[in-house]
């Protein structure tokens, strides 16, 4: 039961997870296990925009940035090609799908302050969904957060995302509504 806020595929949020730790971890040197980006925007291509600037610790040279963010973006698409189109990213789904399960049984076993960047239904744009830092507990979603301030490069790209967001989410829901 998930009062007031229900998930819209939490699912995308997970999947970024494992992409955006793994190649950050990477990029730094460090242990993907202790490594944090939160996420924010939609589940596809450019509208999902990895908050880069706000991973405490880290140093990236604007190519670098630019860099992981495609690769965040466009990480299914590159396992697709690897596979020659003869399949998707079901491992990564897989394992992110873990990841966020074990993340909500946490905070529904009574864990405080468990915090996951997740598309959902809120009002933290002016887009009726949107993937934010959001506070998981015992009944589901607790809170939707702000996102912080943006990098000049995230706002650049925020701003470019939001009309394709918009389209989507309006394309999402009229099929719903089917």
């Not at 990029?27 to 509208?47: C, K, L």
């Not at 880290?58 to 965040?72: P, V």
């Not at 799908?97 to 239904?121: I, P, Q, S």
């Not at 470019?160 to 918009?166: H, K, R, S, V, W």
Request: hydrophobic content about 40%; overall charge neutral.
């Amino acid at each position: 039961h998930i009062p007031s806020l229900a998930f819209c595929n939490p699912m995308y949020s997970a999947l970024w997870y494992q992409r955006r730790v793994h190649g950050v971890a990477e990029s730094q040197g460090w242990n993907v296990r202790e490594t944090n980006v939160p996420v924010i925007g939609g589940h596809a291509g450019t509208t999902i925009l990895p908050l880069l600037s706000q991973v405490k610790g880290a140093k990236f040279t604007e190519e670098q940035l630019k860099a992981l963010t495609h690769r965040i973006q466009f990480g299914g698409d590159e396992v697709v090609q690897a596979k020659d189109g003869a399949g998707s990213a079901t491992l990564s789904m897989a394992v992110a799908g873990n990841h966020f399960a074990a993340r909500l049984l946490l905070a529904m076993n009574g864990a405080k302050d468990v915090v996951e960047c997740t598309y959902t239904e809120n009002k933290v744009t002016n887009l009726p969904f949107f993937s934010t830092p959001t506070v998981l507990g015992a009944e589901g979603v607790v809170n939707t957060l702000p996102f912080g301030t943006l990098s000049a490069l995230e706002k650049a790209n925020y701003d470019a995302m939001i009309p394709d967001l918009q389209k989507q989410i309006e394309k999402g829901v009229a099929f719903a509504s089917k």
